[in-house]
Nanobody
């Protein structure tokens, strides 16, 4: 069974940066496309960044140029570097291997909360 754990969220001022981490047990990430999703209050969870096993990366328009998805295969970890944070980036962030833009292949972890406060 795959178990995902996200961490690194927190409280940050607009314009600030955070780095989120995603680790997993029961799965080797390098074999999969991995993605970060986020869910803001009252909104549907959406995919915002993905990286393929060959390191091809894609981003939602809302985060392009500000966020960077990385994988460390040795640590079986996927990161999301978030820069120039805006209030609209506030959400719970999750990682998974994408089934589609809204659903993942595996059960969701607990997520990590990002709060952008001014």
């Amino acid at each position: 069974q795959v178990h995902l754990v996200e961490s690194g969220g927190g409280l940050v001022q607009p314009g600030g940066s955070l780095r989120l981490s995603c680790t997993g047990s029961g799965v080797i990430f390098r074999a999969y496309t991995m993605a970060w999703y986020r869910q803001a209050p009252g909104k549907q969870r959406e995919m915002i960044a993905s990286v393929t096993p060959r390191d091809t990366r894609n981003y939602a328009e809302s985060v392009k140029g500000r966020f960077n998805i990385l994988r460390d295969t040795a640590k079986n970890t996927v990161y999301l570097e978030m820069n120039s944070l805006k209030s609209e980036d506030a959400a719970v962030y999750y990682c998974n291997s994408p089934r589609d833009s809204y659903e993942g292949l595996w059960s969701w972890g607990q997520g990590t909360q990002v709060t952008v406060w001014s």
